[in-house]
């Protein structure tokens, strides 16, 4: 399928193509789609501080994420809207891909390097284990005082097991009173949090 030669419709191709690329790209990253993030224009490195250590600066390398395509002109003039959308698709996933598997990298070793973790052993899934992980934490609330709750990975393997601890989490009277103790002393650490910020600023 070859670009019209009008410019005004090449802006309107290119633009769709990139679009459609970008969302299938995030989608692959959705784990982290709505994760606080920056745009920084110079540099390889990140350096930067951590709430609870503020006076050690932190280095964060960036790696290189890229997806390579070469199609002969011959081929392009014959190819269907389709197939184009297909190769779009499955370069997106592969970017995707690599960025959400370097972000999930940086996470591991920043929670094995702060000890946050919660490890199960040889235990059996439990509303207990769960409730440990929440306290854990750091949960921001919106302006009313709700809680925004984290997005929870969780292996295809391992989701009905989830599922079914949960939902056992939700329905007993003993674990709803443990999750709104442990969302009442993550808002107190949140408040404690905004303020020290605000009499920074």
């Known amino acids: 399928m070859a670009l019209p ?41 990140l ?20 997806v390579d395509y070469r199609l002969e002109y011959a081929k392009i003039i014959n190819m269907t809207p389709e197939e184009v959308v297909a190769i ?17 990298q940086v996470l ?14 040889n235990k059996k899934l439990s509303p207990e284990l769960l ?5 854990k934490i750091s949960i921001s609330f919106d302006k009313n005082g709700n809680p925004k709750m984290p997005t929870i990975v969780i292996g295809q393997r391992m989701a009905d097991e989830w599922k079914r601890v949960i939902a056992e989490a939700e329905s007993d009277p003993t674990h709803k009173e443990k999750f709104d103790a442990i969302m009442k002393q993550k808002k107190e650490e949140y408040d404690a949090e905004q303020a020290g910020r605000k009499l920074v600023d």
């Open 5 to 45: 030669k009008y410019k005004e419709i090449k802006a309107i191709v290119e633009k769709t193509i990139s679009t459609r690329f970008n969302n299938v790209m995030r989608f692959e990253m959705r784990p982290f789609n709505e994760s606080p993030s920056i745009v920084q224009h110079e540099g390889k490195t």
């Open 108 to 121: 591991n070793e920043t929670i094995k390097e702060t000890g946050n973790s919660v490890n199960a052993g």
């Open 47 to 66: 350096i930067h501080n951590t709430l609870d250590n503020q006076r050690t600066q932190k280095i964060m390398k960036y790696k290189k994420a890229q």
């Open 131 to 135: 409730l440990e992980s929440m306290s």
């Open 88 to 104: 779009i698709d499955e370069k997106a996933k592969d970017m995707g891909g690599q960025m959400a598997k370097y972000q999930f």
